[in-house]
Structures are given as C-alpha cells and as structure tokens.
C-alpha cells in the first residue's frame, strides 16, 4: 500500500447511529484521498460525530490532534 493509502490515525467519538460516517471518514484516508482532516455534526443540538484523523504534514511527522488550528474556507 503507498503511503497516500496507509492507514491513518483517527480518533473521535460517533454516536452509533453514525457509525457509517466515521466508516465513511475512515476511507476517505484509505483511499489516499485525505492528508488530515477533522468532522464534527450536530443533530438536535446534540453532538453525534466528532472525528479527526491523518497528520498535519506532508511528510507525515505530526498527527492531527484534537486541537489541531485550521483555516477554513468554506463550511
């Protein structure tokens, strides 16, 4: 597997029902089409998927946290 494929590091929480969404995240990375990437969704004013995965980096030295500072462009 190239290193654009290899498995990335994801952590978080997703309500169950969610499940398919942190699945959905997971193969982003897998399929090399993520580097880092974070995803948070609200439903009713409850949080049900807070997700962050892959690295900060190109050459893949620093893992995104939980805390990782991004700019957004669109949301």
């Given at each position: 597997?190239?290193?654009e494929?290899?498995?990335?590091?994801?952590?978080g929480t997703?309500?169950?029902?969610?499940?398919?969404?942190?699945?959905?995240?997971?193969?982003?990375?897998?399929?090399?089409?993520?580097?880092?990437?974070?995803?948070?969704?609200?439903?009713?004013?409850?949080?049900v998927?807070?997700?962050?995965?892959g690295?900060?980096?190109?050459?893949?030295?620093?893992?995104?946290?939980?805390?990782?500072?991004?700019?957004?462009f669109?949301?």
């Amino acid at each position: 597997m190239s290193a654009e494929g290899a498995a990335a590091p994801i952590d978080g929480t997703v309500d169950p029902a969610f499940a398919a969404v942190r699945d959905a995240f997971a193969a982003n990375f897998e399929a090399g089409l993520e580097l880092g990437a974070c995803l948070a969704v609200s439903v009713g004013g409850r949080n049900v998927v807070d997700l962050w995965g892959g690295h900060l980096d190109a050459a893949r030295t620093r893992p995104w946290q939980r805390d990782s500072l991004v700019c957004v462009f669109s949301c």
